[in-house]
């Protein structure tokens, strides 16, 4: 017994061994950090129009300077992370769990699989945009439009992992013993096939969020996403276009605060899938 | 060896992109103008959006024309006389004028287009009300009945929904389904347009200018320019780039954030017309608490003007704090009259007013679309934090330009929508007086005046009964103006004689082009 | 291989019926008129129900889906209402310009990405690897748009190398052409490129630890051999179905970038037409769209099927 090596490090551990999933970790958590401490950080209304201090570059008042509103850049970038992040946790969670349901659905039961992946080829096929713009006529640009939006969309991608790790699950011989034997369904699909699909969900997760970032920025940026009543990055930098030339401050900060979030949340999926995955260990 | 071969390689090819930028389809005396949208159809007379009528007021002619100190002045018609009681205005039209499509007008064209024009959506009904028929009397000879004395009929068919068209090309067409092709008389005509990539006006060999001098749209009309080719582009810091690279000659409607960079340029001119345009609010006065004239009072009251307009403008150097609702202060219609303290709030009187109101908080829905230019949108934004502070909710609504035109003209949909006013050839002639217009402001005050206003004849009378009906506009509130905007475009160094007048700022067939 | 087919292009029709379905519907439950936009602010209601009527727009909602559907089938796609013009001429040369834009940023994308990633993974672990793998991230990271915007400020305001916008067609001139497609497809590509460049690292990493590489080598061929006729071949399969599945990608992110660049593409028509409420095109661009993605995956599953014998064709 004492001659036996020691047991391989446990998945967190690799996680937590990966420097850049550690320098991820860290930076995500300062960022939902200083969304959530945004009213208390500074003063300023981000969506206050004064007039008086339009376009001013970055200054002790206004740390990231002002807009063509003499709004203080600051509170926007902050307070748009606050949106940018709320959007992206919810869209991730509602996306994922109507995946995982729907997904078990399919990859359990031959008959569902048949019609829900032709539905499924059918909404990749559709123009993320086009359902953004009518959701938007339809229910006016908000944050819960975008979410809407972004939710439908997101779901298939998830949707065809979780199946396809089912479809290839579903062959094991413990499960076909466990359906021999009689067990329900429902048992099989909670209590053995869901745990046994946690790690990749995981990794998808984390890259869902990112999209859902993106994408709420993208949809924002072209005017389709959050309204005018909401705070976003992607609005901020619409905005910006026209003054890139004159006010390079409106450009550079929201887009900054834009790439770290998705990058940071790209790098700790790529560290999740390369920790949580055993055959990927030593890559 | 090898470096200087990759470095001549790379420049040549520099070089290259740049001429290919530069070089592009345009021929040598072409103008190419950057608008922010181009109008869907060209036919002017169908809509009422005045940016939409940009082309036709190129390529097309009314009976009269509008110089450039807001008179009008013979365009096709040669000349004018009203009978001795004043009920019959006789017009005798220019001989020998061609449409573009080869045929020559006659008094029959002209016919149809007024009869058209009198059933058409907004000036068209002012039309509709001071006559009771068109007919022809001749070949060359227009007959008005008029349903009682007035003197503005000249002036309103300035306006370019009133231009003159072939009957051959409205043979069929109702006066809201638009024409295939705009077949008028003008010194352009149409030969290409894609609505959402360009529309391409050549001048046209037949044309025949008048005699007297240019001025706006009145006069002899020059052509210089081979082509003028409108482009549209909605965002303003590209058709201020498209000029400075050399995409473009002209282009419109920029913010004055960039004015002192682009004066500064040496390659560009700014071109800065004072007193353009009112930026303004109308208000639902028929449903809805903002029928309540308390309300709107109270709204008028709470408004510090100032901050508005140096939000949607950025310098205080182009707008004025003006309570005039005719923006132009050389006009003769400019007025102060019923304005006192306007643009500055009061405190005690809004929170009087609001208990007059009953007001309960509610939030007042108002429209406005980013897909114009910023003077819409921004005001609203503005007026809306102040007016917060008094309590007073406003739900801003942001749509597209057609959600908007169709909301603001349901009466249960809105409470307050954005709008912008220019100065128009006679005050009889601003839609807000219509009580049709969205607001359907009627009220028999104001019916009254209007009425006489527009069957006076005596000059000064007319502008006593002008200043009358801003002051009751001031006093009923209907709608609210933040004050007047200059409008600010740039033109390559080498353009020449461009338009400085607000009287006729979409006319650009006097302009000419770079000498090659 | 004919069953496959048929199999295959059975399983298409879903793939386009949905997204029309749901564009119907969508457009025609959201607030908002064509009517009214084209005939401006101040015409009466009474006038705008008659261009209604013109238009076909009061018909029961049911009825106008069994018209639309009968017209769909029979490719007789309506004429938009803000072009006057039949969606069928209308569309294609749209669809040129978003053509020639994604060809080029798949191109960049696919060049460059493999290329990259090639190195990356002959290089492993060094610092030329791990250069190019953080590379790689962050130009995933990259929004297009905030990138276009960077490149135009760069490449179009300061150096003046290419337009700021605008596009020319290429029977105009060929370089110029070019030029005005130049930035924009690299805003597009390079997203794309990274992508790519991690598909291809990792696909070659895979084969390099093949046994039939470590054999190839054992017998003395030249690296160089190895890696390029060997290697690269085999890797490339797998980068392959990406690169397809990268049209759809390029699709969604064409539409800021032809916004941007003010190129008149289909995701740029897409947007205005919604806007506009102008359903004929809205429907005729969506069936557009749908059915290239289907022949494109299409394609791809046969390619893929002819690659790999382990996928049964019967």
Not at chain 1, 76 to 87: A, C, D, I, Q
Not at chain 2, 128 to 140: I, Q, R, Y
Not at chain 3, 285 to 306: E, F, K, P, Q
Request: charged residues 15%; contains cysteine.
């Amino acid at each position: 017994m004492l001659d036996a090596p020691p047991a391989p490090a446990g998945p967190w551990r690799r996680l937590l061994r990966n420097r850049t999933a550690v320098f991820a970790l860290v930076v995500l958590a300062a960022l939902v950090a200083l969304a959530l401490a945004a009213p208390y950080l500074t003063n300023a209304q981000p969506l206050r129009i004064s007039p008086g201090i339009r376009l001013k570059p970055p200054r002790p008042q206004n740390w990231f300077g002002t807009d063509h509103l003499g709004r203080d850049m600051f509170a926007l970038v902050l307070f748009g992370g606050r949106t940018s992040l709320l959007v992206g946790l919810v869209v991730t969670s509602i996306a994922m769990s109507v995946a995982i349901v729907l997904g078990l659905a399919a990859g359990f039961y031959r008959r569902v699989d048949l019609v829900l992946m032709r539905l499924v080829d059918g909404l990749m096929a559709f123009p993320s945009i086009v359902l953004a713009t009518a959701a938007a006529g339809y229910l006016g640009p908000s944050v819960t439009t975008v979410i809407v939006a972004l939710s439908i969309v997101l779901v298939a991608p998830v949707l065809r992992v979780v199946r396809g790790q089912i479809l290839v699950l579903r062959e094991l011989p413990m499960i076909e013993a466990a359906r021999a034997v009689g067990v329900p369904d429902r048992r099989i699909l909670s209590r053995y096939l869901l745990p046994a699909i946690m790690s990749p969900l995981l990794v998808q997760a984390s890259f869902i969020f990112s999209a859902a970032v993106l994408g709420e920025a993208a949809l924002s940026f072209i005017g389709l996403g959050v309204g005018a009543r909401d705070v976003s990055w992607g609005s901020a930098l619409a905005e910006a276009r026209n003054y890139i030339q004159n006010a390079w401050w409106i450009v550079v900060f929201p887009g900054a605060a834009l790439v770290l979030t998705i990058l940071s949340l790209n790098l700790l999926g790529d560290a999740l899938r390369d920790s949580l995955d055993p055959r990927l260990a030593g890559r | 060896m090898r470096s200087i071969f990759r470095r001549a390689a790379s420049l040549l090819l520099s070089a290259l992109a740049i001429s290919a930028v530069h070089g592009g389809p345009a021929n040598a005396a072409d103008l190419r103008i950057v608008v922010p949208q181009l109008p869907a159809a060209l036919d002017p007379t169908i809509t009422t959006l005045g940016t939409n009528w940009l082309v036709a007021a190129n390529a097309c002619e009314g009976l009269t024309g509008l110089d450039d100190n807001w008179q009008p002045q013979p365009m096709l018609a040669d000349s004018w006389t009203y009978d001795d009681k004043a009920l019959t205005l006789t017009f005798k039209l220019r001989p020998g004028m061609k449409f573009h499509s080869g045929a020559t007008m006659t008094s029959d064209d002209v016919v149809a287009s007024l009869r058209r024009y009198r059933d058409s959506a907004g000036t068209g009904a002012v039309l509709k009300n001071l006559t009771s028929d068109v007919t022809a009397d001749g070949s060359d000879t227009v007959v008005l009945k008029l349903t009682g004395p007035t003197g503005i009929i000249p002036g309103l068919l300035t306006l370019t929904p009133a231009v003159i068209m072939s009957k051959a090309a409205l043979a069929g067409k109702s006066a809201t389904q638009a024409v295939d092709t705009i077949d008028c008389t003008g010194p352009y005509k149409v030969t290409e347009f894609q609505a959402d990539r360009q529309a391409v006006l050549t001048r046209s060999a037949d044309y025949k200018p008048r005699a007297e001098a240019t001025s706006g749209s009145a006069g002899a009309k020059k052509a210089p320019a081979d082509r003028l080719i409108f482009l549209p582009q909605a965002e303003p810091s590209v058709r201020r780039d498209n000029v400075l690279t050399g995409g473009a000659d002209i282009a419109t409607t920029l913010p004055f954030d960039f004015y002192a960079d682009l004066k500064a340029n040496a390659a560009v001119q700014p071109v800065v017309i004072n007193d353009n345009q009112s930026l303004t609010a109308v208000f639902n006065t028929m449903k809805g608490p903002m029928a309540n004239v308390a309300l709107r009072r109270a709204i008028y009251h709470a408004l510090e003007m100032d901050p508005i307009m140096l939000a949607a403008e950025g310098d205080q150097a182009f707008y004025v704090i003006d309570p005039s609702w005719v923006p132009d202060r050389k006009s003769v219609w400019y007025s102060k009259a019923g304005a006192d303290g306007f643009g500055t709030p009061n405190k005690d009187l809004v929170k009087k007013l609001l208990a007059e109101a009953g007001y309960k908080g509610e939030a007042l829905r108002w429209l406005t679309s980013k897909d114009f230019y910023q003077g819409h949108y921004l005001p609203a934004l503005t007026a809306q934090q102040q007016l917060e502070e008094y309590g007073i909710k406003i739900d801003l609504q942001v749509m597209p330009a057609a959600t908007y035109i169709q909301t603001r003209s349901d009466a249960d949909k809105f409470d307050i929508f954005s709008s912008f006013l220019p100065t128009y050839v006679d005050p009889v002639v601003i839609p807000y007086l219509n009580a049709t217009y969205p607001g359907f402001w009627s009220d028999p005050k104001k019916e009254e005046l209007v009425k006489k206003l527009a069957t006076t004849s005596d000059q000064a009378a007319r502008v006593a009964i002008w200043a009358d009906i801003q002051k009751l506009v001031y006093d009923q509130v209907p709608y609210i103006k933040f004050g007047t905007e200059a409008s600010f475009s740039i033109a390559r160094k080498g353009v020449g004689d461009l338009t400085t007048s607000p009287a006729n700022t979409q006319v650009f067939y006097n302009v000419v082009p770079v000498a090659k | 291989m004919l069953r496959f087919l048929g199999q295959r292009l059975l399983l298409m029709i879903p793939t386009v019926v949905v997204p029309l379905v749901l564009v119907f519907l969508l457009l025609r439950l959201a607030p908002g008129d064509p009517a009214a936009q084209i005939l401006g602010d101040q015409a009466t209601p009474e006038q705008v129900a008659t261009l209604r009527a013109e238009m076909g727009l009061d018909l029961p909602l049911p009825v106008q889906f069994v018209l639309w559907t009968k017209n769909v089938v029979t490719l007789k796609l309506g004429t938009s209402f803000f072009f006057k013009q039949p969606v069928v001429d209308l569309l294609p040369q749209y669809a040129l310009v978003t053509l020639q834009t994604a060809l080029a940023a798949l191109f960049l994308a696919v060049a460059l990405g493999s290329l990259l990633g090639v190195i990356a993974a002959i290089n492993r672990d060094t610092i030329i690897d791990r250069g190019l793998v953080g590379i790689a991230v962050l130009g995933i990271s990259l929004p297009e748009f905030w990138l276009a915007l960077l490149l135009i400020f760069l490449f179009a305001v300061t150096l003046k190398w290419f337009p700021v916008s605008g596009y020319i067609p290429p029977t105009d001139g060929l370089l110029a052409s070019a030029a005005t497609i130049a930035l924009p497809a690299l805003a597009l590509g390079i997203r794309q490129s990274a992508l790519i460049t991690r598909m291809m690292r990792s696909s070659m990493l895979d084969v390099l630890g093949e046994p039939y590489i470590v054999t190839a080598r054992a017998q003395g061929l030249p690296e160089a051999v190895v890696i390029g006729r060997y290697a690269v071949r085999t890797a490339a399969i797998p980068v392959v179905t990406v690169a397809g599945l990268s049209a759809s990608y390029l699709l969604s992110g064409a539409v800021s970038i032809e916004l941007i660049f003010s190129l008149p593409g289909l995701g740029k028509l897409l947007i205005d037409a919604v806007a506009r409420r102008d359903y004929p095109v809205v429907e005729g661009a969506v069936l557009l769209i749908a059915l290239t993605l289907a022949a494109l995956n299409l394609v791809i599953d046969i390619i893929y099927a002819l690659l790999d014998p382990r996928v049964r064709l019967g």
